[in-house]
Each structure stands twice: as C-alpha cells, then as structure tokens.
C-alpha cells in the first residue's frame, strides 16, 4: 500500500523558516506529480505548490516568491522549504501524489500542522 509520511511541521516564528519533508514508498515516484496542499480551520484545501516527473513547479500565488518546493528521487522525498512565513500560512499541510494520466492513482500523507504565531 502507498505511503506518503509527512515531517517537520511545528510552530514557526513569522518571517522564520520551516522545511517540511514528505517519504513515499510503494510507488513508482519518478512518474508521479508530488505536490503540497494545506487546509486551515474552515477552509477548503487548497493547493500550495507541486512538481512535476520532469521537475515543473506550480506556486498558489500566496506563497510564490517564499516557499520553494523540490524533490530527491534517489530518496523518494519532496520537500517544501518555507521561508517567511506569516500568520495566513497556519494550516494542516498534506503531501499529495497524483499520477499524470491516470485518475484513479492519487495520494494523501495524514497532515503535519504548522503554526506561524510569535
């Protein structure tokens, strides 16, 4: 069964940093679309940022410019550096892993929570 395990959400000052890392096993991570999503309190989830095989990023455009997403294949791991967070930026953060062709092949880590509060 395909697993994606979030890490390294936690409670960050605003204009600090926060790197939050993603493992998957039991999937072929080379094809697959890896992507950050986030959902705060109320909110629908939304889409953060994601990567492509080929290494194509996607940024909402409230983080563009301060959150950088990247991918090690040798590791199966994708990552989301965050830097300047602000207050807004408080959310559940899900791992995502979308297969380029076929719908039915989607996937959720269980979330990791970050806070932005001083």
């Known amino acids: 069964q395909v697993q994606l395990v979030e890490s390294g959400g936690g409670l960050v000052q605003p204009g600090g940093s926060l790197r939050l890392s993603c493992a998957a096993t039991?999937?072929?991570?080379?094809?697959?679309?890896m992507g950050w999503y986030r959902q705060a309190p109320g909110n629908q989830r939304e889409l953060v940022a994601h990567i492509t095989s080929a290494g194509g990023t996607l940024y909402s455009d409230s983080v563009y410019g301060r959150f950088t997403i990247s991918r090690d294949s040798a590791k199966n791991a994708v990552y989301l550096q965050m830097n300047s967070p602000k207050p807004e930026d408080t959310a559940v953060y899900y791992c995502n892993a979308r297969h380029p062709y076929l719908r039915d092949y989607e996937y959720w880590g269980q979330g990791t929570q970050v806070t932005v509060s001083s």
């Open positions: 039991r999937i072929i991570f080379s094809i697959y679309t």
